[in-house]
């Protein structure tokens, strides 16, 4: 008589209760089918094969207005008198745009000019315009889904950070001198009302 160690005792059981397992989860199935049959014999029901037919769907944009990043956007960003607290003057704004420091400054959401993920763009150029009294800008944006909400008109206003010394004047109050921005926001809104945004075509 043949000796088994403990080892393929176990090993032998494990594969029998494996076949059994199998076995039985076969029989459970046909018993099934069984009880089908048997159902549709009792009704006088002929079982027919049913087609489902199903369509896939894509998505597909159809928007018209094709471009590619970066966006090269320009606008108004202030203009002389006293969008806020301050006043500033047509010679201020003037004076700003030779100051080396407002030559490059991000383009950002919602003034979050602490936080480098909300960097957009960049504006890349400011001067003065005597037409309008006011300081123009290019610039461009990086990120897809603000360039398609300026294109789609969604996005209209811009807004500065703007650092500047005070003084007093009798004849304009509060006034902002040695202007120098840290960034411009793309806003719902902006507190100066001439400030734009547009794509340069």
Same mark, same amino acid.
């Given at each position: 008589m043949m000796k088994m160690t403990t080892n393929e005792v176990i090993k032998r059981?494990?594969?029998? &209760?494996? &076949?059994m397992r199998f076995k039985y989860s076969n029989l459970e199935r046909l018993s099934r089918l069984n009880m089908l049959m048997d159902y549709y014999s009792s009704k006088n029901? !002929?079982?027919?094969?049913? +087609? *489902? =037919? #199903?369509? !896939?769907? *894509?998505s597909e944009q159809l928007s018209s207005k094709d471009f590619k990043l970066p966006l090269k956007v320009r606008g108004i960003f202030l203009t002389e008198g006293r969008p806020k607290k301050k006043y500033?003057?047509?010679?201020?704004?003037? +004076?700003? #745009? +030779?100051?080396?420091?407002?030559? +490059?400054?991000? &383009?950002?959401?919602d003034h979050k000019d602490t936080e480098v993920g909300q960097i957009v763009g960049g504006v890349d150029k400011i001067w003065y315009d005597k037409a309008i009294k006011g300081i123009r800008w290019e610039g461009h944006i990086n990120n897809e889904?603000?360039?398609?909400?300026? &294109?789609?008109? !969604?996005?209209?206003?811009?807004?500065?950070? !703007?650092? =500047?010394? =005070?003084v007093y004047d009798i004849n304009n109050g509060l006034m902002g001198l040695d202007l120098?921005?840290?960034e411009l926001s793309l806003v719902m809104e902006g507190a100066e009302k001439n400030n734009s945004i547009e794509v340069v075509v």
């Open positions: 059981t494990e594969r029998y &209760l494996r &076949l029901e !002929i079982m027919h094969p049913e +087609k *489902c =037919s #199903t369509s !896939i769907e *894509c500033y003057s047509a010679e201020e704004l003037e +004076k700003s #745009t +030779k100051n080396p420091i407002n030559q +490059k400054f991000p &383009l950002m959401l889904t603000f360039a398609r909400n300026v &294109l789609d008109g !969604i996005v209209t206003d811009v807004s500065a950070t !703007i650092f =500047s010394a =005070s120098s921005f840290k």
